[in-house]
């Protein structure tokens, strides 16, 4: 039960607030001036002070100067008749949480506190959640200035400790595999295996035997048992990046899996156990899919047991300076020097709309690093665009093949050009180039294009 410490000198509010804020569940104490207050909430564990500015002996502003400076931690709420607009910027510069200027309906109180008590779940979720990933891989892309991203990083924590199937939408480069990574690592299971596989990447006669393995003679090539995916995340997580790309078939084996928690190898008669927590991730709106008939109904509901959405860079401004920073810092490592951004440069930065969202402004940012010499980035370093190393020439000398190399070279330089229309997003390139994204995804490696 949260514990509020309510300062007035008048008794009828003391005595009314005491019955309205029990009544809303919290343990409520009071004092009638700020002297005896002080020496109370720094004396005792309150979560919240709401406090009045006009008292004797110690008016509020004192009050919370004092107590802030003698290190008191709880959220603390002004109240006042008096002084309007000037008195709550004045609140909020001794470190007021909020201002509720009298007189005030009971269930404003209500809410104010219970903004407060949300707000402060949230800080503390999101700080342990960096605490336990300080250091990792997984802190690439774990900025949370904006309000968006604190609630996704908050839902992290909390479905972390538990075995649920999580699925994680979002555009591309939004750093989604980067929240799965934080889920897994904030886990029971962060000591075992995180295996990600992209289902996009891996052509369909191939992906069975990826996700579930084989046995000798399965099918031609195989020469040898393998352990398909699921058995390698044994004990650990797997991450299904893309699972909107998952063939019709293959879902209704990932179903099986995801019931009864067993696979099947291809070729086998006999099932294998396995413990695996499943995380999924998409750019696509699953529920539209269903619709279409492209996603089994089924397996969309034992995917969505939570839903996290990443929102696009564009929709949470207030993290891309702080992003570009830490891209920044962390590359001056890489290249040994020195490196930040002025502010023309973040300035710049937040003006762009980043249709490949955070996945292009790490990789705008590096280009710029290396394209430059200067220890702080300007705009006119930004601006440069991708440089894309030309398709060799095709084999003009005639002979045998020379055809081959010159659709091959005429195919890779359309891709090359596609991708950088699109600054590197791949699902708008494959839409360009009339292809689906899985062709693309094979293609580029086909082509080395990575």
Not at 121 to 150: C, W
Not at 352 to 361: D, H, K, T
């Amino acid at each position: 039960m949260k514990r509020v410490l309510v300062v007035d000198d008048e008794p009828g509010l003391r005595q009314s607030l005491g019955l309205l804020l029990s009544d809303a569940g919290y343990a409520v104490s009071a004092e009638q001036d700020g002297r005896k207050a002080l020496d109370r909430a720094l004396a005792e564990p309150f979560d919240l002070v709401l406090c009045d500015v006009r008292m004797p002996e110690m008016d509020g502003l004192t009050f919370l100067r004092n107590y802030r400076a003698k290190g008191g931690t709880a959220l603390v709420i002004m109240m006042s008749a008096y002084g309007g607009e000037d008195a709550a910027i004045a609140a909020m510069k001794e470190g007021a949480y909020d201002y509720l200027p009298k007189p005030f309906r009971p269930d404003e109180v209500v809410l104010t506190l219970r903004k407060a008590d949300e707000r402060e779940r949230l800080r503390q979720e999101v700080t342990g959640l960096r605490a336990q990933l300080a250091g990792g891989p997984a802190e690439r892309g774990l900025v949370a200035e904006s309000g968006a991203m604190r609630q996704a990083l908050a839902l992290v924590a909390r479905v972390a400790e538990h075995n649920t199937t999580v699925l994680i939408t979002g555009e591309s480069g939004t750093g989604k595999e980067v929240i799965a990574r934080a889920i897994h690592r904030a886990s029971p299971r962060a000591t075992r295996g995180f295996v990600a596989i992209n289902c996009a990447a891996i052509p369909e006669n191939l992906l069975e035997s990826e996700l579930f393995g084989h046995v000798r003679g399965a099918f031609t090539g195989a020469s040898a048992d393998k352990a398909g995916l699921f058995e390698q995340a044994d004990g650990g997580t797997l991450l299904l990046d893309e699972i909107g790309e998952l063939p019709l078939g293959l879902q209704a084996k990932l179903l099986r899996v995801l019931q009864e928690s067993e696979i099947r190898r291809v070729g086998d008669q006999r099932t294998r156990r396995v413990d695996v927590r499943v995380l999924a991730a998409t750019a696509r709106d699953l529920a539209a899919e269903v619709k279409a008939g492209r996603f089994r109904e089924d397996v969309f509901y034992r995917l969505n047991v939570v839903s996290i959405e990443l929102p696009p860079l564009r929709e949470r401004h207030e993290d891309i300076a702080p992003l570009a920073r830490h891209f920044a810092a962390r590359l001056g490592k890489r290249l040994a020097r020195p490196l930040s951004l002025s502010d023309g440069a973040l300035s710049w930065l937040a003006s762009q709309p980043w249709p490949g969202n955070v996945r292009e402004l790490e990789n705008a940012i590096e280009r710029a690093a290396v394209l430059s010499d200067r220890e702080i980035l300007e705009p006119e370093d930004l601006r440069r665009g991708p440089v894309t190393a030309s398709p060799p020439p095709p084999d003009a000398s005639g002979g045998s093949g020379s055809l081959d190399a010159a659709v091959a070279a005429a195919e890779r330089q359309a891709i090359a050009a596609a991708l950088q229309a699109t600054d590197g997003n791949r699902r708008e390139a494959a839409k360009r180039l009339g292809v689906s994204l899985r062709t693309l995804f094979y293609k580029m490696g086909r082509h080395r294009l990575e």
